[in-house]
């Protein structure tokens, strides 16, 4: 807000700043300026300068405006925040117990992105000049120049094969003049109706039930379509939908390993690309998107789940796809769900928001079955090839002989499969060679110096990495604790270590291990990915980055190395998270043609989520699912809340988070767990302790948690408290 005081000539105004304080503050505005609610300033605080935003609080008009300090800019050439994203900014930080600033802060990220980009110097043809002589370089310039168009200097030499010494001697000669030239043009909007894809009746039926959610009232739909059953085309018409209502669409979606095969799909079905929006672009590429989001350029984004807070300009619909994934929640600075507050962005600007997955949340499902969401559901893959026959290798009574990791009987499949010409995929969420490195002469183990987790040999790397906080050292020769040489052995299976042992047993197979810590990041993953999809490699070995999405025609035997891997964890979520992944994984077999095959290797063949996946009966599990968080008043039907103490001093650490337990407002309606040291002690130095709430669905705990907050002692001594509602991982 905007305060005029009538005595005075100044007018002053509330600003947000990225800082983690719970109110605006209250800047003069600069004579022959003017900012209005949302506008986009830079503002001093303290020693710096910092990018903030005019907010709808009132200012505090008892300040003498000849004490404050004045706004230093205003980005006039930047939208201001609209009204509906400052309310989204105040939803958010009041659900999560954070400060406003922080989360304007997730908005306002690129500073460059606030400014027009600079133009830059290009040549042009100057009609009726020709130089004084030709010479053959002369001539491939002048003949890639026909078109008519205003080049860079770089790109018409590159262009035409000659030096940029060629270029400036026809500028001399005035042949060719310099003009100034955008940065970077416009980005090509998609086509409506450029390549529409034949659906079934099924899909129809699901598209005909999106597009009536286009009725203003913040329709949010949920499509639970078995793996490959057309869930992305689905989808696909809801956003030209979107777009033939001159809106803007958001795509999110959980890993990046996922966009490049999106992007093809994309293009094919409109034409051309959408905009990219996640960690791997550049900053130059982001400014752009931002910009072009902002002023409306920018028509469809596809993104992770931090383009949520971009400022788009008629922002008309989300798609989360893969809502189950745990990717989509944010556990730093401002814990949030991606996929919670997709829905919670839609409510407020009342547009429709789809979300999509082969094995959808217990909350999704929940909220599908009481009204609150429209269920579309798609039981069969749009190939109509049927789903992948899955049988358990009971690792007890038909376990693999001592040092090897694939059962006799998986083996056979692949060697079946690599004979017919098709593809296997070994699935093991578990990167490197090893997860645990000792000495056999002591027992020493290899630890992170500054986490409570073992390193991980990375053999190809030469490395023992912390997957935690990203400490590496190479992998010593001799024990440090008893100087006994080759007496460090590895104990389990990463991906490598199974990656080998498929070599000694398949030497003739063309092998690929997928994995997002190898060297080349992303885009190594995307030119892999790409092989895996045209048949270039026989049988691929990799983590859960295989397990979301991904099409691969020729694929048509899965192995899952561990599928009890994720079962034994201390986390309330376990089956359903272990559940959605190997159904996942399971279901990247005989998208396209049918005849696909899955084995789980299993020590316990008897769970329930073992069963389930056997008898391809969701809704039994489900059902089980539910009906065991609703006995233990455990989310959708509950409340938690978690809220995590950490600092670089153990005893202090524990000891602030007992007398924050003490704190606690004493009520009926809350369960209070701890405190209690984190599953994962201390990561990257510093000493965890957790307490946990629990409430019922309705109490008000975010108004419970700021007042425990208030009658706790203050945090000092490097103390954090972090608090995490609604909290998706438990270590």
């Not at 969420?429 to 630890?447: D, K, M, S, V």
């Not at 092998?511 to 892999?528: A, H, N, Q, V, Y």
Request: hydrophobic fraction near 40%; glycine fraction near 8%.
């Amino acid at each position: 807000m905007l305060f005029d005081d009538p005595e005075a000539p100044e007018t002053i105004a509330s600003v947000l700043v990225p800082v983690a304080v719970p109110v605006a503050y209250t800047y003069k505005v600069p004579a022959g300026q003017s900012v209005v609610p949302g506008s986009i300033v830079k503002v001093p605080l303290g020693p710096r300068q910092v990018i903030g935003a005019v907010w709808d609080t009132e200012p505090d008009a008892e300040i003498n405006p000849k004490k404050l300090k004045s706004i230093s800019h205003v980005y006039e050439t930047t939208p201001p925040l609209d009204k509906d994203l400052r309310q989204f900014v105040d939803w958010v930080a009041n659900w999560t117990v954070g400060a406003p600033g922080m989360v304007v802060r997730m908005i306002l990220r690129s500073e460059e992105a606030l400014e027009p980009e600079p133009p830059i110097s290009g040549v042009r043809r100057i009609e009726g000049a020709e130089p004084d002589r030709i010479t053959s370089a002369r001539k491939r310039v002048l003949e890639t120049m026909e078109d008519g168009f205003a080049w860079t200097k770089s790109g018409l030499a590159k262009a035409a094969g000659v030096s940029p010494s060629v270029i400036d001697g026809l500028v001399q000669q005035e042949v060719l003049e310099v003009i100034s030239m955008p940065a970077a043009p416009p980005p090509p909007k998609p086509q409506i109706d450029y390549s529409q894809k034949d659906l079934t009746p099924a899909q129809q039926t699901a598209v005909d039930s999106l597009l009536a959610g286009f009725d203003g009232n913040g329709s949010v739909s949920l499509i639970d379509g078995v793996t490959g059953s057309g869930k992305t085309e689905v989808y696909f018409e809801a956003i030209a939908e979107a777009l033939r209502r001159d809106k803007q669409a958001l795509v999110l979606l959980p890993e990046i390993a996922l966009t490049e095969q999106f992007l093809r799909r994309f293009e094919q079905r409109f034409g051309a690309y959408p905009a990219e929006w996640h960690s791997e672009i550049t900053t130059k590429n982001r400014a752009r998107v931002w910009r072009g989001v902002a002023n409306g350029e920018v028509r469809v984004v596809i993104g992770a789940r931090s383009s949520l807070f971009l400022p788009f300009k008629e922002l008309g619909l989300i798609i989360v796809d893969e809502e189950h994934d745990a990717a989509f929640k944010q556990d730093d600075r401002v814990p949030y769900s991606a996929r919670d507050m997709a829905v919670v962005r839609g409510h407020i600007s009342r547009f429709p928001v789809v979300l999509a997955s082969a094995t959808p949340s217990i909350e999704s499902r929940v909220n599908a079955e009481l009204g609150r969401y429209a269920l579309i559901e798609l039981p069969e893959r749009a190939s109509g090839a049927a789903l992948p026959d899955l049988q358990a290798i009971d690792m007890r009574t038909e376990g693999p002989e001592r040092g090897r990791w694939l059962a006799p009987e998986l083996i056979n499949s692949i060697k079946e499969t690599f004979a017919a010409g098709d593809q296997s995929l070994l699935f093991l969420n578990r990167r490197g060679y090893a997860p645990l490195t000792l000495c056999r002469t002591c027992g020493h183990r290899f630890q992170c110096a500054h986490c409570s987790a073992w390193l991980v040999e990375h053999r190809f790397q030469k490395k023992l990495v912390c997957h935690h906080c990203g400490h590496s050292e190479k992998v010593p020769e001799v024990c440090p604790s008893c100087n006994n040489k080759d007496s460090l052995v590895a104990c389990g299976p990463g991906v490598e270590r199974i990656a080998e042992e498929i070599s000694d047993l398949f030497p003739q197979a063309r092998t690929l291990i997928l994995s997002s810590d190898l060297p080349g990041g992303p885009e190594r993953l995307k030119r892999e990915m790409k092989i895996v999809e045209d048949g270039g490699a026989d049988i691929i070995i990799g983590t859960q980055l295989v397990a979301k999405g991904h099409n691969f025609p020729k694929l048509k035997l899965v192995g899952v190395v561990d599928a009890d891997l994720g079962l034994a964890h201390g986390d309330p979520r376990a089956a359903e998270k272990t559940f959605q992944l190997l159904a996942q994984v399971t279901g990247r077999a005989g998208r396209v043609t049918g005849g696909g095959k899955g084995f789980l290797q299993t020590y316990s063949v008897d769970h329930p989520v073992i069963k389930a996946l056997l008898a391809n009966d969701k809704h039994a599990f489900y059902q089980a699912e539910v009906d065991a968080r609703r006995a233990a008043g455990l989310p959708p039907f509950g409340r938690l809340a978690a809220v995590i103490v950490s600092g670089p001093d153990k005893l202090f650490a524990e000891g602030y988070a007992r007398a924050l337990g003490r704190a606690a407002p004493q009520d009926q309606a809350v369960t209070l767990l701890g405190p209690a040291e984190a599953a994962l002690a201390m990561v990257r130095g510093r000493y965890r302790y957790r307490l946990l709430a629990m409430a019922p669905r309705q109490f008000d705990l975010q108004s419970y948690l700021r007042q425990w907050l208030s009658l706790g002692p203050k945090p000092s001594k490097g103390l954090r408290v972090q608090i995490d509602i609604d909290p998706q991982h438990f270590l």
